[in-house]
């Protein structure tokens, strides 16, 4: 399965500035998808990411405020804008190989905003 | 958006005894995965199903696919305090993408 590096791995942001999460993939990947955890809940898809084009983002979900990059196709990073308290989540980079491995994951990002 | 229900939300056991996950939608997907996350880390397969019906064993963990592939269960015989975690199910459909269940927050006292 692939190896993922997410980070940073946890920060406490203040309130109206942004963070980008940066995502390396340790194989080639034509699709990368970001998710976000919310306190003691379940994964929310935010976006899809593929090399080369403009990511696809869910409903509820819009790129001023999640920007998405995709340089390459090891590659990707989140930003998260203009951050208020209800940001605080965890932000997990995931990709699939379609080799019947299910989703690969990064450790995710802890990110609070005060 | 695909809803995914998942009950129970929480599960507090003692090791040794035996436990059942529901997974159940509206929606028909193409295959459904369960997954576990632990604190601090993304989720981990455990099984990719596919066909109505099916049944995968993976040691004590038992999972089975509704015949008409809209509904999931997990059960655990004689949990272990290692199984303790988040279980997630998750459908995909006929596009790439991946939705996630709302979680079952299980724990397994000694």
């Known amino acids: 399965s692939a190896v993922i590096s997410q980070k940073p791995s946890r920060d406490i942001c203040q309130r109206g500035t942004s963070l980008t999460i940066q995502c390396q993939v340790d194989?080639?990947?034509?699709?990368m998808f970001w998710y976000r955890q919310q306190p003691g809940q379940s994964l929310t898809l935010i976006a899809t990411a593929n090399q080369g084009s403009e990511a696809t983002y869910e409903s509820g979900f819009v790129i001023d405020k999640f920007p998405i990059s995709r340089p390459n196709l090891t590659f990707s990073t989140l930003t998260v804008s203009n951050m208020s308290p209800e940001d605080s989540s965890i932000y997990l980079c995931?990709?699939?190989?379609?080799?019947?491995?299910?989703?690969?994951f990064g450790s995710g990002t802890r990110l609070t905003v005060v | 958006t695909q809803l995914l229900e998942q009950s129970p939300q929480f599960l507090s056991i003692q090791e040794g005894e035996n436990l059942t996950v529901y997974c159940n939608s509206s929606?028909?997907?193409?295959?459904l995965q369960w997954y576990r996350q632990e604190p601090g880390e993304g989720p981990v397969l455990l099984v990719t199903?596919?066909?109505?019906?099916e049944v995968k064993k993976l040691k004590r963990l038992t999972f089975q696919f509704g015949d008409a592939r809209k509904d999931s269960s997990l059960h655990i015989t004689a949990a272990q305090p290692g199984d303790t975690g988040l279980y997630l199910c998750a459908g995909r459909t006929g596009a790439n993408n991946l939705f996630f269940g709302t979680g079952t927050r299980l724990t397994v006292i000694p």
């Open positions: 995931s990709v699939d190989l379609n080799k019947g491995d299910g989703y690969t």
């Open positions: 194989s080639q990947v034509t699709m």
């Open positions: 199903v596919v066909t109505g019906g």
């Open positions: 929606s028909v997907f193409s295959s």
